[in-house]
T-cell receptor
Framework: DAGVIQSPRHEVTEMGQEVTLRCKPISGHNSLFWYRQTMMRGLELLIYFNNNVPIDDSGMPEDRFSAKMPNASFSTLKIQPSEPRDSAVYFC??????????????FGPGTRLLVL | RKEVEQDPGPFNVPEGATVAFNCTYSNSASQSFFWYRQDCRKEPKLLMSVYSSGNEDGRFTAQLNRASQYISLLIRDSKLSDSATYLCGHNAGNMLTFGGGTRLMVKP
């Protein structure tokens, strides 16, 4: 079975540009999570969805970040405008269940973002 | 104080050694705990879940101490392939919060 799919795997962009990261969760999973990982801050939860509805976005750093989940098989994380400090690895994860953290989360391969 | 804290390491151990990591958490309402393994430039992958006092899977043993608010991961007979970063995570409510990870390097 296919795991969580993310695209692109690598993104290099210039400051001020819009960046869109994409995620396809594991089929049948009803919770989807967006994380950001840096050396300084570790792995941080940005936002999570349950049944396509955003449940908690308290981890979203600022208004430049937005996330959508238009259907059960697709989600996007958008940064507009991007800044160098947004450079990080962005992971998408999915799980099956009602709660946001009780069940095992399966991570995608991540998108390595570099903002110049 | 961070919600979940881990010693970043690195822990350098010889092959065959036993090594243990601790992870402390500050939220006493934490309900479930996880150990994830992350290889360099890869995604985290679940190693073990801990819902009660502990869990064991082959060479790996996780123990939970709710009174002192920490969980530990013990690796026996370490292999070269165990070299990775080990992330501790806990759930208190609806979100999974991770520690910064502990790096393990197993040497021949």
């Amino acid at each position: 079975d296919a795991g969580v799919i993310q695209s692109p795997r690598h993104e290099v962009t210039e400051m001020g540009q819009e960046v869109t990261l994409r995620c396809k969760p594991i089929s049948g999973h009803n919770s989807l999570f967006w994380y950001r990982q840096t050396m300084m801050r570790g792995l941080e939860l940005l936002i999570y969805f349950n049944n396509n509805v955003p449940i908690d976005d308290s981890g979203m750093p600022e208004d430049r970040f937005s996330a959508k989940m238009p259907n059960a098989s697709f989600s996007t994380l958008k940064i507009q405008p991007s800044e160098p400090r947004d450079s990080a690895v962005y992971f998408c994860a999915s799980s099956f269940g009602l709660a946001g953290g009780q069940e095992t989360q399966y991570f995608g391969p991540g998108t390595r973002l570099l903002v110049l | 104080r961070k919600e979940v804290e881990q010693d970043p390491g690195p822990f350098n151990v010889p092959e065959g050694a036993t090594v243990a990591f601790n992870c402390t958490y500050s939220n006493s309402a934490s309900q479930s705990f996880f150990w994830y393994r992350q290889d360099c430039r890869k995604e985290p992958k679940l190693l073990m879940s801990v819902y009660s006092s502990g869990n064991e899977d082959g060479r790996f043993t996780a123990q939970l101490n709710r009174a002192s608010q920490y969980i530990s991961l013990l690796i026996r007979d370490s292999k070269l392939s165990d070299s990775a970063t080990y992330l501790c995570g806990h759930n208190a409510g609806n979100m999974l919060t991770f520690g910064g990870g502990t790096r393990l390097m197993v040497k021949p």
